[in-house]
């Protein structure tokens, strides 16, 4: 951790801000999160006797039965919007099996022995992967919990799939919703402001996503 | 218990035995349905109706003597009429009253979220309470037996009670008061696996039903509805009886090992990363020393 000398390049520009998330990326992001949030309370009401007070907290069982189906597609909604926006963003290419490589330092914030990255790196790739399968899994097997009886008695294997897949499933989305949350809220510093207000300082740009930052400082140039 | 001030253990300065020591009572109750007496009359249909204060409503018309293709939510009791050819070339019409059996280990009871939405009494009746029930469906999917039925107007399950309402107060099930055959019986577990094995024996020995047999399916750790059926081998020919009903093993995973599998994960998680942030801290930027030959 460097504490005496400003290493930065420019250290008279380096709290110049620059935009990250646009303000749809953002409104969306947080669309997406209250209503992810919505499903693991009621969720996880409906998984553990032991968390079924959260439904109550809620507006109770029934309520909580109603709406969970349709917060799970308006997630979804928001989860395919965003992957309009980002899945070019997100493809997976050599750097980033070099930084998968080299993880571990990332793990243990020897965040200069990293190969540079781009507007994502390796984790937050998986993440959305993860998230958008995921969520095509929920949502297939919420489709058959939502009718319970939509399907046949003959087609009841459905059913019995469909439980075990929406807890397995949701289970997963709940470890990337804590490691998401924990990294960007509590782990790196500047990186829940950029989702309020959109910006991060070019220091930020600069030690985290090297490649990103480059291409920002070389379009503003050609601007120029 | 209140019966228990009654029975007495011991008795002062009494000679001889104490009258009624090592009596023993059986609170487990099981109605008996015998299919071979069954004359297909739909009394039980009626008087099930009436008793839970349904009104008939509009079905489907099957080609078949049945009401309807199968129980509905405000349709506990139905008649299920299949015909069945028997080796010689004759045929049977086969009628098996169908209600819920209400397991002894209740897989609606197992997969329900709710709490106290379905609950098992100590004499084996198995009742929903629809007050608590969130409507959620998943007793739907732990029933082996095809009985729990979702309402679309209450947005909650309902199901035969066994005329809770009534055995609590020493009435028989409404079915069984109006059965006019006497294919119908109520009474203690005991008395009825013994009534029905008395009736299989006839069946086997007098009647020239060889397969004749007690549908109590041991999966479910027994039954407190169990059945005397002509052809116990193949129960499925009547109205698809499971041969070997049991809770459906993904409901089982999902509420044993799976649970218990996601609780610690998510716990773990949870340290995990607490760990992580008092081992290593937060990440901040400018972390790059100078003239590492990487600046920009």
Known sequence: MSTGAV????????????????????????????????????????????????????????????????????????????????????????????????????????????????????????????????????LLSGLVLWETELFSWNLRFLRYAAVLVHASVALITIGLFLIHVYMSAILEEGSFGSMIHGYVTRAWAWTFHRKWYDEIVARSRANR | MSQASTEIIRISGHAGTVPGAGLN?????????????????????????????????????????QTMPETAWNYWNLIKFNEHERDDGTMMLLMRKDQCMHCEDPGCLAACPADAAIVQYANGIVDFQEANCIGCGYCITGCPFNIPKFSPTAHKVFKCTLCNDRVSQGLEPACIKTCPTGCLHFGTKLEMKELAE???????????????????????????????????????????????????????????????????????????????????????????????????
């Open chain 2, 198 to 296: 008395t009736r299989a024996q006839q069946l086997r020995t007098q009647s020239g039903f060889p397969d004749a047999g007690v549908y109590d399916p041991p999966g479910v750790s027994g039954t407190h509805v169990i059945y005397v059926l002509h052809d116990a081998k193949n129960p499925e020919l009547y109205g698809g009886l499971p041969k070997d009903p049991h809770i459906p093993w993904s409901v089982k995973l999902w509420k044993g090992p799976l649970k218990w599998l996601g609780d610690l994960a998510m716990v773990g998680g949870i340290v995990g990363l607490a760990w992580h942030y008092m081992r290593f801290g937060p990440k901040k930027e400018e972390q790059i020393k100078p003239d590492d030959g990487r600046r920009p």
């Open chain 2, 25 to 65: 009572r059986e609170f487990q109750v099981c109605k008996l349905v015998d299919t071979t007496t069954c004359i297909g009359c739909k009394a039980c249909e009626v008087a099930c109706l009436e008793w839970n204060g349904y009104t008939f409503s509009e079905t489907t018309f099957d080609n078949s003597y």
């Open chain 1, 7 to 138: 290493s930065h390049p420019d250290a008279a520009s380096r709290n110049d801000l620059v935009p990250r998330y646009t303000l749809a990326e953002r409104a969306n992001h947080w669309i997406g999160a209250l209503a992810y949030t919505y499903c693991l309370i009621t969720g996880l009401a409906f998984w553990s006797p032991y968390l079924f007070w959260l439904a109550l907290i809620v507006g109770g069982g029934p309520t909580a039965r109603f709406w969970h189906p349709w917060v799970g597609l308006l997630f979804t909604a928001s989860l395919f919007w965003t992957f309009k926006e980002w899945h070019r963003d997100m493809q997976v290419d050599d750097g980033d099996r070099a930084w998968a490589k080299a993880m571990p330092y990332y793990i243990e914030n020897e965040d200069d022995k990293l190969p540079p990255v781009g507007r994502f790196n390796f984790g937050q790739k998986l993440f959305f992967w993860g998230i958008f399968y995921s969520v095509i899994l929920l």
